[in-house]
């Protein structure tokens, strides 16, 4: 069956970074767009950031993120990729991985989450 399995996250001081995999399987992951969605307590789940098919292919960031995160893939290695510098406390929230088939298509796969915890 697919499996998206999220690691990475922690505890993480104002400034610091942390890098999120997300390391799929059971499916054909180059067909797939993949993003990150985070969730904060009592808060909706948003998109941070989304990469279409190709290891070099076309992101998309929250404004909340730009010029923070970097999403990136390796298809060889069926992972994707959340590279968050300069974070801050309002960053804190549970990161999902998803993978979505088409151009506007909802998520037809999620990850379990990882936990980021960024203290003041």
């Known amino acids: 069956q697919v499996q998206l399995v999220e690691s990475g996250g922690g505890l993480v001081q104002s400034g610091g970074s942390l890098r999120l995999s997300c390391a799929a399987s059971?499916?054909?992951?180059?067909?797939?767009?993949m993003g990150w969605f985070r969730q904060a307590p009592g808060k909706e789940r948003e998109l941070v950031a989304r990469i279409s098919w190709s290891d070099d292919g076309v992101t998309y960031y929250a404004d909340s993120v730009k010029g923070r995160f970097t999403i990136s893939r390796d298809n060889a290695k069926n992972t994707v990729y959340l590279q968050m510098n300069n974070l801050r406390p309002e960053d804190t929230a549970v990161y999902y991985c998803?993978?979505?088939?088409?151009?506007?298509?909802?998520?037809?796969?999620w990850g379990q989450g990882t936990q980021v915890t960024v203290s003041s």
């Open positions: 998803a993978a979505a088939l088409g151009v506007g298509d909802r998520p037809a796969y």
């Open positions: 059971g499916l054909l992951f180059s067909w797939y767009r």
